[in-house]
Nanobody, 129 residues
Framework: QVQLVESGGGLVRAGDSLRLSCAASGRTISAYAMGWFRQAPGKERDFVAAINWSSFSAVYADSVKGRFTISRDNAKKMVYLQMNGLKPEDTAVYSC??????????????????????WGQGTQVTVSS
């Protein structure tokens, strides 16, 4: 089992930066990719970023590419999302996720939410204009 807890959200102004953290407990996270998703009020959950188990590869949604950076520290069982140049449209609840066991031990960086089986409770990010 994997338990995930996000932190670092808050209320910021457009152009500001935030760093989200995701703490994992349970088994090691070094065997699989990790992802970040976000959900704005009244909208579907959207993919933000994913990083493979070794940090060799990362993928991003077009809307955040060049502004957000995903990283991980397997020894600490932590995953991070550095968000720079925040915009009001980035306002959402951000959740980290671990993929289904079928993807463990692969170099996958899944983008679809249905490829993830473990989710944190989310942290609110609000960006004012």
């Amino acid at each position: 089992q994997v338990q995930l807890v996000e932190s670092g959200g808050g209320l910021v102004r457009a152009g500001d930066s935030l760093r989200l953290s995701c703490a994992a407990s349970g088994r090691t996270i070094s065997a699989y990719a990790m992802g970040w998703f976000r959900q704005a009020p009244g909208k579907e959950r959207d993919f933000v970023a994913a990083i493979n188990w070794s940090s060799f590869s990362a993928v991003y949604a077009d809307s955040v590419k060049g502004r957000f950076t995903i990283s991980r520290d397997n020894a600490k069982k932590m995953v991070y999302l550095q968000m720079n140049g925040l915009k009001p449209e980035d306002t959402a609840v951000y959740s980290c996720a671990a993929p289904s066991p079928g993807l463990w031990g692969t170099n996958a960086t899944p983008k679809a939410s249905n490829q993830y089986a473990y989710w944190g409770q989310g942290t609110q990010v609000t960006v004012s204009s």
